[in-house]
Protein backbone atom coordinates (compact mmCIF):
# COMPACT_ATOMS: atom_id res chain seq x y z
CA UNK A 1 0.00 0.00 0.00
CA UNK A 2 1.41 3.85 -0.84
CA UNK A 3 2.80 5.33 2.31
CA UNK A 4 -0.33 7.39 2.73
CA UNK A 5 1.83 10.39 4.33
CA UNK A 6 2.61 10.99 0.37
CA UNK A 7 -0.77 12.03 -0.59
CA UNK A 8 -2.50 14.70 0.69
CA UNK A 9 -5.34 14.15 2.14
CA UNK A 10 -9.25 14.78 1.08
CA UNK A 11 -10.52 18.24 2.12
CA UNK A 12 -12.83 18.68 5.21
CA UNK A 13 -15.96 20.28 5.13
CA UNK A 14 -14.20 23.37 6.92
CA UNK A 15 -11.27 23.27 4.22
CA UNK A 16 -14.40 23.29 1.51
CA UNK A 17 -16.16 26.31 3.20
CA UNK A 18 -12.56 28.16 3.38
CA UNK A 19 -11.70 27.49 -0.26
CA UNK A 20 -15.38 28.71 -1.57
CA UNK A 21 -14.55 31.79 -0.10
CA UNK A 22 -12.19 32.92 -2.61
CA UNK A 23 -13.78 31.12 -5.63
CA UNK A 24 -17.33 33.21 -5.78
CA UNK A 25 -20.09 32.56 -7.98
CA UNK A 26 -19.00 33.18 -11.47
CA UNK A 27 -22.32 33.73 -13.96
CA UNK A 28 -20.44 35.49 -16.55
CA UNK A 29 -19.33 31.63 -16.84
CA UNK A 30 -22.19 30.68 -18.49
CA UNK A 31 -23.57 33.49 -20.25
CA UNK A 32 -20.96 34.32 -22.86
CA UNK A 33 -21.53 32.74 -26.63
CA UNK A 34 -17.52 33.47 -27.70
CA UNK A 35 -14.80 30.80 -25.74
CA UNK A 36 -11.79 33.13 -27.22
CA UNK A 37 -13.04 35.96 -25.15
CA UNK A 38 -13.77 33.87 -22.22
CA UNK A 39 -10.46 32.21 -22.78
CA UNK A 40 -8.85 35.71 -23.11
CA UNK A 41 -10.54 36.93 -20.05
CA UNK A 42 -9.06 33.64 -17.57
CA UNK A 43 -5.43 34.44 -18.92
CA UNK A 44 -6.11 37.86 -18.30
CA UNK A 45 -6.44 36.96 -14.65
CA UNK A 46 -4.15 33.80 -14.54
CA UNK A 47 -1.37 36.68 -15.56
CA UNK A 48 -2.29 39.13 -12.35
CA UNK A 49 -2.37 35.85 -10.17
CA UNK A 50 0.00 32.91 -11.46
CA UNK A 51 3.73 33.27 -10.02
CA UNK A 52 4.96 31.13 -13.10
CA UNK A 53 4.20 30.66 -17.06
CA UNK A 54 0.26 31.78 -16.72
CA UNK A 55 0.67 30.46 -20.42
CA UNK A 56 1.85 26.73 -19.75
CA UNK A 57 -0.32 24.05 -21.31
CA UNK A 58 0.11 20.51 -21.47
CA UNK A 59 0.26 19.09 -24.88
CA UNK A 60 -1.26 15.67 -25.59
CA UNK A 61 -0.18 13.96 -28.41
CA UNK A 62 -0.14 10.11 -29.54
CA UNK A 63 2.47 8.14 -31.83
CA UNK A 64 1.83 6.15 -34.13
CA UNK A 65 0.83 2.62 -31.87
CA UNK A 66 -1.89 5.32 -30.60
CA UNK A 67 0.54 5.49 -27.17
CA UNK A 68 -0.54 9.11 -25.41
CA UNK A 69 2.55 11.44 -24.95
CA UNK A 70 1.93 14.52 -22.73
CA UNK A 71 4.41 17.42 -21.91
CA UNK A 72 4.66 21.14 -20.85
CA UNK A 73 4.83 23.76 -23.85
CA UNK A 74 4.27 27.58 -23.58
CA UNK A 75 1.16 29.07 -25.62
CA UNK A 76 2.86 32.21 -27.94
CA UNK A 77 -0.65 33.57 -29.54
CA UNK A 78 -4.12 32.67 -29.46
CA UNK A 79 -6.58 34.13 -31.72
CA UNK A 80 -10.00 32.37 -32.80
CA UNK A 81 -7.68 30.74 -35.68
CA UNK A 82 -6.46 28.55 -32.60
CA UNK A 83 -3.85 28.32 -30.17
CA UNK A 84 -0.17 28.40 -31.06
CA UNK A 85 3.05 27.50 -29.64
CA UNK A 86 6.58 26.69 -31.12
CA UNK A 87 8.89 23.78 -31.20
CA UNK A 88 11.38 21.29 -33.35
CA UNK A 89 9.48 19.47 -36.19
CA UNK A 90 11.82 16.97 -35.37
CA UNK A 91 11.25 16.45 -32.05
CA UNK A 92 9.25 13.66 -29.73
CA UNK A 93 6.03 15.84 -30.60
CA UNK A 94 6.90 17.53 -33.60
CA UNK A 95 7.11 13.72 -35.29
CA UNK A 96 3.72 12.68 -33.36
CA UNK A 97 2.16 15.86 -34.86
CA UNK A 98 3.31 14.93 -38.31
CA UNK A 99 1.76 11.28 -38.14
CA UNK A 100 -1.18 12.17 -36.37
CA UNK A 101 -2.12 16.26 -36.79
CA UNK A 102 -4.62 16.81 -33.88
CA UNK A 103 -3.77 16.94 -29.87
CA UNK A 104 -5.20 18.15 -27.00
CA UNK A 105 -4.34 21.01 -24.26
CA UNK A 106 -5.04 21.58 -20.79
CA UNK A 107 -4.56 25.10 -18.90
CA UNK A 108 -4.62 25.01 -14.95
CA UNK A 109 -4.38 27.79 -13.23
CA UNK A 110 -4.07 26.80 -9.64
CA UNK A 111 -4.02 30.33 -7.76
CA UNK A 112 -7.57 30.87 -9.34
CA UNK A 113 -8.77 27.22 -9.33
CA UNK A 114 -9.73 27.26 -13.04
CA UNK A 115 -8.76 24.87 -16.04
CA UNK A 116 -9.31 24.72 -19.67
CA UNK A 117 -9.20 22.23 -21.70
CA UNK A 118 -8.81 22.09 -25.68
CA UNK A 119 -8.85 19.89 -28.38
CA UNK A 120 -8.60 19.79 -32.18
CA UNK A 121 -6.98 19.84 -35.37
CA UNK A 122 -3.12 21.04 -35.69
CA UNK A 123 -1.55 22.87 -38.38
CA UNK A 124 1.74 24.64 -39.09
CA UNK A 125 2.16 28.37 -38.75
CA UNK A 126 2.61 30.20 -42.00
CA UNK A 127 6.87 30.65 -42.28
CA UNK A 128 6.23 34.46 -41.57
CA UNK A 129 4.64 33.59 -38.36
CA UNK A 130 7.50 31.45 -37.17
CA UNK A 131 10.13 33.99 -38.09
CA UNK A 132 8.58 36.93 -36.35
CA UNK A 133 8.18 34.96 -33.02
CA UNK A 134 11.88 33.03 -33.63
CA UNK A 135 13.51 36.38 -33.92
CA UNK A 136 11.48 38.23 -31.01
CA UNK A 137 13.63 35.59 -28.66
CA UNK A 138 16.64 36.36 -26.81
CA UNK A 139 19.96 35.19 -28.64
CA UNK A 140 21.23 32.81 -26.46
CA UNK A 141 17.29 31.18 -26.74
CA UNK A 142 17.96 31.26 -30.98
CA UNK A 143 21.56 29.44 -30.61
CA UNK A 144 20.32 27.15 -28.06
CA UNK A 145 17.17 25.85 -30.93
CA UNK A 146 20.41 25.56 -33.59
CA UNK A 147 22.14 23.38 -31.17
CA UNK A 148 19.83 21.10 -29.69
CA UNK A 149 18.90 17.83 -30.99
CA UNK A 150 15.50 17.80 -29.27
CA UNK A 151 14.26 14.75 -28.16
CA UNK A 152 17.02 12.66 -29.05
CA UNK A 153 20.27 10.82 -27.12
CA UNK A 154 23.01 12.76 -25.51
CA UNK A 155 26.64 11.68 -24.18
CA UNK A 156 26.10 14.01 -21.87
CA UNK A 157 26.23 18.08 -20.78
CA UNK A 158 29.48 18.88 -22.41
CA UNK A 159 28.07 17.96 -25.65
CA UNK A 160 25.19 20.32 -25.55
CA UNK A 161 27.40 23.12 -24.33
CA UNK A 162 29.95 21.83 -27.17
CA UNK A 163 27.28 22.53 -30.03
CA UNK A 164 26.15 25.85 -27.87
CA UNK A 165 29.60 26.93 -28.62
CA UNK A 166 30.33 26.19 -32.14
CA UNK A 167 26.85 28.13 -33.46
CA UNK A 168 27.43 31.11 -31.19
CA UNK A 169 30.77 31.25 -33.04
CA UNK A 170 28.79 30.79 -36.19
CA UNK A 171 25.71 33.30 -35.58
CA UNK A 172 26.96 35.61 -32.49
CA UNK A 173 27.73 38.48 -34.57
CA UNK A 174 25.02 38.40 -37.62
CA UNK A 175 21.65 37.79 -37.13
CA UNK A 176 20.51 34.04 -36.24
CA UNK A 177 18.30 32.72 -39.10
CA UNK A 178 15.70 30.25 -37.97
CA UNK A 179 16.35 26.22 -38.41
CA UNK A 180 14.36 24.92 -40.68
CA UNK A 181 13.27 22.15 -38.36
CA UNK A 182 11.75 25.06 -35.89
CA UNK A 183 8.22 25.66 -36.27
CA UNK A 184 5.22 26.37 -35.12
CA UNK A 185 2.12 25.09 -34.43
CA UNK A 186 -1.73 25.95 -34.59
CA UNK A 187 -4.28 23.93 -32.42
CA UNK A 188 -7.68 24.75 -34.34
CA UNK A 189 -10.02 23.58 -31.81
CA UNK A 190 -13.05 21.53 -32.06
CA UNK A 191 -13.84 21.14 -28.62
CA UNK A 192 -13.08 23.71 -25.54
CA UNK A 193 -14.37 23.12 -22.21
CA UNK A 194 -13.83 25.57 -19.25
CA UNK A 195 -14.12 24.20 -15.51
CA UNK A 196 -13.97 25.92 -12.46
CA UNK A 197 -13.43 24.66 -8.88
CA UNK A 198 -16.42 24.25 -6.44
CA UNK A 199 -17.27 23.14 -3.04
CA UNK A 200 -17.39 19.24 -2.72
CA UNK A 201 -16.24 18.46 -5.96
CA UNK A 202 -19.32 19.87 -7.61
CA UNK A 203 -17.24 21.79 -9.95
CA UNK A 204 -18.74 24.33 -13.14
CA UNK A 205 -18.04 22.84 -16.53
CA UNK A 206 -19.05 24.55 -19.84
CA UNK A 207 -18.37 22.73 -22.64
CA UNK A 208 -18.34 24.37 -26.56
CA UNK A 209 -18.38 22.22 -29.57
CA UNK A 210 -18.50 22.14 -33.13
CA UNK A 211 -17.96 19.65 -36.21
CA UNK A 212 -16.03 21.78 -38.33
CA UNK A 213 -14.05 25.01 -37.83
CA UNK A 214 -16.15 26.70 -39.78
CA UNK A 215 -19.35 25.59 -38.06
CA UNK A 216 -20.74 27.62 -34.95
CA UNK A 217 -20.33 26.67 -31.68
CA UNK A 218 -22.56 25.02 -29.42
CA UNK A 219 -22.78 25.41 -25.76
CA UNK A 220 -23.30 22.71 -23.08
CA UNK A 221 -23.56 22.55 -19.04
CA UNK A 222 -21.53 18.77 -18.03
CA UNK A 223 -22.18 17.39 -14.63
CA UNK A 224 -19.11 17.56 -12.91
Known amino acids: MTDSRLIPPSPSAEDYVTNSASSPDDPALFATQDPFALFAEWLEDAKKKEPND ?23 DVSPAGFVFYTNAESRKGVQLDQNPVAA ?81 RVVPLRIEF ?26 RLYP
Request: glycine letters at 6%; proline letters at 7%.
Open 54 to 76: PNAMSLATADELGMPDVRMVLLK
Open 105 to 185: LCFHWKSLRRSVRVAGRVENTSAEEADAYFHSRAKDSQIGAWASLQSRPMEGRFELEKRIAEFGLRYGLTKTPRPPQWKGY
Open 195 to 220: WRDRPFRLHDRLEFTRLEPSAPWETA
